[in-house]
């Protein structure tokens, strides 16, 4: 997953990066200005943006109005010190999805930051279930069988990505936008590296494949039509 | 009276009265003016047929005789013919017995009551007799008497008046219940005022500029003063508002940043190392934090004092010598301008005091320093100068060399929280309150303070304070 922060505290976009690479073993991107925000906002390649109200440049409303102008249906999580109702609900009417105001609590930036990812992506539950394949957003930690997969947090990452979106095809482009900063070179076969792996610790002990490469498309994690 | 009305219709009901006493006078008087001419012509026709009757006496030398028969006055009048010596010739007969109605009066008009009625009477001496036969120069003369009941008259008269007191009275009637109203619907336009005032919100919403709808053009002034004091009241809510809620923002993401720092450390297993880092870096945090609230204290507290004593209540301070005061913030500053390769060059002056408290002159130096060292180019110079300016005052310039303040952030710079270029600022800690301090500390300290760009380079800040020599 690939969260945006735009807010202007550094320490504090810092602080909320590191939480949640750490915890969630999201990508984390931080802008530290208004104008940079919206711009990579609009680059469409996040999963989650998390919005300070008040930036230099143009502020948080204005850059929640502009994104959802431009038809950018990214979940924003929006940051702000102003705890009246008519702000809150201004900036929720304005698009936002959910607000968290400061200070907050870590743990509950974190369940939301999870939770609005989950229901973007079609998923009510952290538990991501495919035929015997469940990965649990929360332990990060996947059971195919109920045997226990070992993965990377590489490998946890692309899998997840594929079991939030299952049933669709993701491209490889897809997938390095949603999984690595911004600046990660786009020609590398690391994608291909991946899903190898994957299929080797998921698929190959097993009776049913789930993991399927399209050709020149992508690929789709679905039950086998045979099965 | 407190009420406007009251006092405004007592005077119109006054002025009214005097004019109406003097209208209804008028009036009754030319009408009795008038009633009594006419009973006094009437009387005097009488009077005259009544005489036509009298004649000379051929029998007796100086006699007269009255014809009685001819007599047709009506039966209620009286009258009374005497020779000039006074002996009675004829008469009505209860006027002959008793001649005390008739008094002692000479010719002309009077009254008097008989019997209940009141009579007006004329009396005409030495009234001449014309001889009616040879019409020789008349030789005979007599006083008569002639009286008329006056009940008629007085009547009339009596009716006028009051006619005239009753029209009087309406008028008088008319003018209050006019008065009133039209004092009651002139005074409208103030209670409507009242009622606009009563629904302004501590806040000054909800008011809408009166002037447009106001009628009467006495209220305009009023309306016009009302509005210009609401919008004050308004412009001031609305700066002291967003002083606050910048102040609870600033507050907030403080609280925020050490909150996150700690609850980082919280999260997993962290080595030693690590724990050393973050409580560091959670110390540094709570500076900054300490940091800002110290500033914002810094100007309530200089705010309360010009709120509760007024401006230049510093007489009581110990003189501080300027250039000392200068040196040790330029002193303090070393270590900040050294990482920016600034240098900071000091142009010191004839020895001047100022009187202001030690903590507010270092803060205002140190503050307006570090403005100028942060906006220094690398390895560029801030120079500061001190100069005497006339009376007794004192002029100090602190110039750098960086890019300026741009034309749009040039007005608010003194504003609290504002920061021109926000991401800059945020680097270097900054909380847009340096400036707001700096022009606080001057103002209360009966100086002044202003900003600009030069034209070569760079942004000047110029501080005035009153001085005294050491």
């Known amino acids: 997953m690939h969260v945006l922060i735009i807010e202007d505290e550094e320490r504090l976009a810092q602080n909320l990066a590191k939480a949640i690479s750490k915890n969630a073993g999201f990508v984390v991107d931080v802008a530290l200005e208004g104008n940079e925000g919206l711009h990579l906002a609009l680059s469409g390649s996040f999963d989650l943006v998390v919005l300070d109200l008040m930036l230099p440049g143009i502020s948080g409303e204005e850059l929640l109005t502009e994104l959802r102008r431009a038809g950018n249906k990214t979940p924003v999580l929006v940051l702000t010190a102003k705890e009246d109702k008519q702000t809150i609900v201004g900036v929720l009417d304005n698009g936002a999805d959910d607000y968290l105001a400061k200070p907050f609590d870590l743990g509950e930036l974190l369940a939301r930051v999870k939770a609005l990812i989950r229901r973007s992506k079609g998923q009510a539950s952290s538990s991501l279930v495919l035929a015997d394949l469940i990965l649990d957003m929360n332990t990060r930690s996947a059971t195919r069988a109920e045997v226990r997969v070992e993965l990377t947090p590489m490998e946890y990452r692309t899998l997840e990505y594929l079991m939030l979106r299952q049933g669709s095809v993701v491209s490889k482009e897809e997938l390095l936008e949603h999984l690595y900063d911004y600046n990660w070179e786009k020609f590398s076969n690391v994608i291909e590296v991946y899903i190898s792996a994957l299929r080797r610790k998921i698929d190959a002990s097993a009776h049913e494949r789930l993991i399927h490469t399209l050709r020149g498309h992508g690929y789709m994690l679905r039950r086998s039509e045979a099965a | ?470």
């Open chain 2, 1 to 470: 009276m407190r009420s406007i009305r009251g006092r405004v219709v007592l005077l119109v009901l006054a002025a009214q009265l005097v004019a109406a006493v003097g209208a209804v006078g008028l009036s009754i008087w030319y009408v009795h003016r008038a009633v009594w001419s006419t009973v006094d012509s009437e009387l005097k026709a009488r009077m005259v047929s009544v005489l036509a009757l009298v004649d000379d006496d051929v029998k007796s030398p100086d006699g007269l005789t009255f014809d009685g028969d001819q007599v047709n006055i009506p039966k209620e009048d009286l009258f009374c013919i005497d020779d000039v010596h006074g002996g009675p010739v004829a008469g009505s007969s209860s006027w002959l017995t008793t001649n005390k109605d008739r008094g002692q009066h000479e010719d002309g008009a009077f009254f008097f009551r008989r019997g209940g009625v009141i009579y007006r009477a004329k009396a005409h001496m030495n009234a001449a007799i014309l001889d009616q036969e040879n019409h020789q120069i008349p030789q005979l003369y007599v006083n008569v008497y002639y009286a008329m009941p006056a009940n008629r008259a007085e009547a009339e008269i009596a009716n006028a008046t009051r006619i005239a007191i009753s029209v009087g009275l309406l008028s008088l009637l008319i003018s209050f219940g006019s008065t009133w109203w039209a004092v009651g619907k002139g005074m409208r336009p103030l209670t409507d005022f009242a009622h606009q005032a009563d629904l302004i919100e501590a806040d000054g919403a909800q008011f809408e500029d009166p002037t447009g709808t106001v009628r009467s053009t006495e209220l305009v002034p009023l309306a016009r003063a009302l509005h210009s004091l609401v919008s004050r009241l308004q412009r001031a809510f609305r700066r002291e508002r967003r002083f606050l809620s910048d102040a609870a923002h600033e507050l907030k993401t403080a609280v925020a940043i050490q909150k996150s720092t700690l609850q980082l450390l919280e999260q997993g297993k962290a080595s030693e190392e690590e724990l050393r880092e973050g409580i560091a870096r959670a110390l540094e945090d709570t500076s900054r934090t300490e940091n800002l609230v110290a500033n914002m204290l810094l100007l309530a507290s200089i705010d309360y004092f010009q709120r509760s004593t007024g401006k230049g209540a510093i007489d009581n301070e110990a003189p501080l010598g300027l250039n000392e005061s200068l040196q040790h913030a330029i002193d303090q500053l070393v270590p900040m301008a050294k990482i920016k390769s600034v240098s900071v060059v000091f142009d010191s002056c004839c020895d001047l005091r100022v009187r202001a408290p030690e903590y507010e002159l270092n803060q205002l130096w140190i503050n307006l320093l570090e403005n100028a060292i942060q906006h220094s180019p690398l390895g560029g110079e801030v120079k500061v100068e001190i100069s005497r300016i006339e009376g007794s005052a004192c002029r100090i310039l602190i110039a750098d060399a960086g890019p300026g303040i741009s034309s749009e952030d040039l007005p608010h710079v003194f504003e609290r929280f504002y920061r021109s270029d926000r991401s800059r600022s945020r680097l270097t800690g900054g909380f847009g309150l340096g400036l707001s301090i700096a022009k606080a500390v001057v103002e209360k300290n009966r100086g002044a303070i202003q900003i600009e760009n030069m034209p070569q380079a760079g942004a000047t800040v110029e501080v005035c304070l009153p001085a005294v020599d050491a």
